[in-house]
């Protein structure tokens, strides 16, 4: 804190359960009989808070869709827009998890499924179906995963997806609350300016309880509801998407 006296509280609580989870890993291999972090209290006034992302602006959007993108992280950034998808949840998806609701439309499901490499969803409320905008052009269809991110030892690759594009969105913007995570903040917004329901909006970003495993399939929630909102959300900028 003294190098770095604006570091961000969530940052400092995030290095905090890394050094728990390190010392744990040590505990069980003999390496450690402590935990020194265990515990830790943060002395009030400690670290800055947190400002939350800037969302996108149709500007920011030309801009970032004119940049040369390799067609992996144009595709990663595209599904972004047009779903709201959180980074780790796209960064392990399968191709056997987009399916086609008959002849109406494709989705993305992250519903339990045994027969499917796991779903890196958030909690519970995150386990959903989302309709996939037409404007989203995907590429031929292969079998297994979609990105060849590395895994890590959590068995997430949200790091090294984070690390081929948010580099290069600093370059563009230089601004460090305008982010991956900013184009789920750009997807809300739009989505909400077509006239959808906050408690059907909740369902498709995956926020609280209104995850699909929580039983809303009633009340407006079923996914063909969903579908008539995510199409009415326009996005342009996914017109020229390179093939991969």
């Given at each position: 804190?003294?190098?770095?006296?604006?570091?961000?509280?969530?940052?400092?609580?995030?290095?905090?359960?890394?050094?728990?989870?390190?010392?744990?890993?040590?505990?069980?291999?003999?390496?450690?009989?402590?935990?020194p972090?265990?515990?830790?209290?943060?002395?009030?006034?400690?670290?800055?808070?947190?400002?939350?992302?800037?969302?996108?602006?149709?500007?920011?959007?030309?801009?970032?869709?004119?940049y040369?993108?390799?067609?992996?992280?144009?595709?990663?950034?595209?599904?972004?827009?047009?779903?709201?998808?959180?980074?780790?949840?796209?960064?392990?998806?399968?191709?056997?998890?987009?399916?086609?609701?008959?002849?109406?439309?494709?989705?993305?499901?992250?519903?339990?499924?045994?027969?499917?490499?796991?779903?890196?969803?958030?909690?519970?409320?995150?386990?959903?179906?989302?309709?996939?905008?037409?404007?989203?052009?995907?590429?031929r269809?292969?079998?297994?995963?979609?990105?060849?991110?590395?895994?890590?030892?959590?068995?997430?690759?949200?790091?090294?997806?984070?690390?081929?594009?948010?580099?290069?969105?600093?370059?563009?913007?230089?601004?460090?609350?305008?982010?991956?995570?900013?184009?789920?903040?750009?997807?809300?917004?739009?989505?909400?300016?077509?006239?959808?329901?906050?408690?059907?909006?909740?369902?498709?970003?995956?926020?609280?309880?209104?995850?699909?495993?929580?039983?809303?399939f009633?009340?407006?929630?079923?996914?063909?509801?969903?579908?008539?909102?995510?199409?009415?959300?326009?996005?342009p900028?996914?017109?020229?998407?390179?093939?991969?």
């Open positions: 804190m003294e190098e770095f006296p604006n570091r961000a509280k969530r940052t400092l609580r995030d290095y905090n359960w890394g050094m728990n989870t390190f010392t744990d890993f040590c505990i069980t291999n003999g390496l450690m009989d402590s935990k972090f265990f515990g830790l209290s943060f002395p009030r006034g400690l670290g800055a808070p947190s400002k939350g992302w800037r969302p996108f602006t149709d500007k920011d959007l030309d801009k970032i869709f004119a040369n993108w390799n067609p992996q992280e144009h595709l990663l950034i595209s599904m972004a827009l047009s779903t709201g998808m959180r980074m780790g949840e796209m960064a392990l998806l399968t191709w056997e998890r987009i399916k086609g609701h008959g002849n109406h439309f494709n989705f993305v499901t992250l519903l339990d499924d045994p027969e499917l490499f796991d779903a890196a969803t958030k909690n519970e409320g995150s386990k959903r179906l989302i309709p996939l905008n037409n404007s989203l052009q995907l590429p269809r292969r079998e297994g995963r979609i990105f060849d991110y590395s895994i890590d030892g959590y068995g997430l690759a949200s790091t090294s997806a984070g690390r081929a594009i948010n580099p290069i969105l600093k370059k563009l913007f230089n601004d460090d609350r305008k982010a991956f995570h900013s184009f789920r903040s750009t997807f809300k917004i739009k989505l909400d300016e077509t006239g959808i329901t906050n408690e059907l909006s909740d369902v498709i970003m995956g926020h609280g309880s209104y995850g699909d495993n929580a039983g809303q009633y009340r407006g929630m079923k996914p063909e509801n969903r579908n008539e909102f995510i199409q009415k959300v326009e996005l900028w996914l017109k020229d998407t390179p093939n991969g």
